[in-house]
């Protein structure tokens, strides 16, 4: 009996694998388990419908990203931190702050796309900026010390 794979199963296949297993393994260990089902006309018109739904939500995602990355690349972006005489930031400039502040300037980009180490001193860095499908961008991002506020 012809079976496509709902679930990867060990020593079988993977997700939407077709496979020829013996009538009484479907009946009695696969399907019970929904594990697969019955590689019937409707059933595999089903899946390849879903293979090109998926494909054209991917093919929409890369679109997405490109552009988003184009408007992101080389972009400069300055923050203000509390710092030392010497340089050093009191607190580390960190990728949820680079994102905050590309979220105020209207990117929607998450820290975890951010590829960058705890940046402890003033100066500046360029940052790499990762997307789905293999894109990466670079920013260049400058942290300046805040002018302290004299009270008299």
């Known amino acids: ?34 594990l697969a089902v019955q590689a019937s006309t409707k059933a595999l018109d089903q899946r390849e419908a879903h293979h090109r739904k998926q494909a054209k939500e991917a093919e929409r995602d890369l679109h997405e990203s490109e552009q988003l990355a184009a408007k992101i690349d080389g972009l400069e972006i300055e923050l203000v931190e509390k710092a030392t005489e010497k340089g050093v930031l009191y607190a580390a400039v960190t990728p949820q702050k680079v994102s905050m502040a590309l ?42 010390p805040q002018k302290e506020k004299h009270t008299v």
Not at 3 to 23: R, S, Y
Not at 104 to 127: H, R, T, Y
């Open 1 to 34: 009996m012809k079976v496509i794979l709902l679930q990867k199963t060990p020593g079988l296949g993977d997700v939407d694998d077709i496979k020829e297993v013996a009538d009484g393994y479907a009946r009695n260990f696969l399907f019970p388990r929904h």
């Open 103 to 144: 979220q105020k300037i209207g990117f929607s980009i998450e820290p975890d796309q951010i590829k960058m180490k705890p940046m402890k001193e003033l100066g500046a860095m360029e940052v790499p900026v990762k997307f789905g499908h293999g894109l990466e961008v670079q920013i260049n991002l400058t942290v300046n």
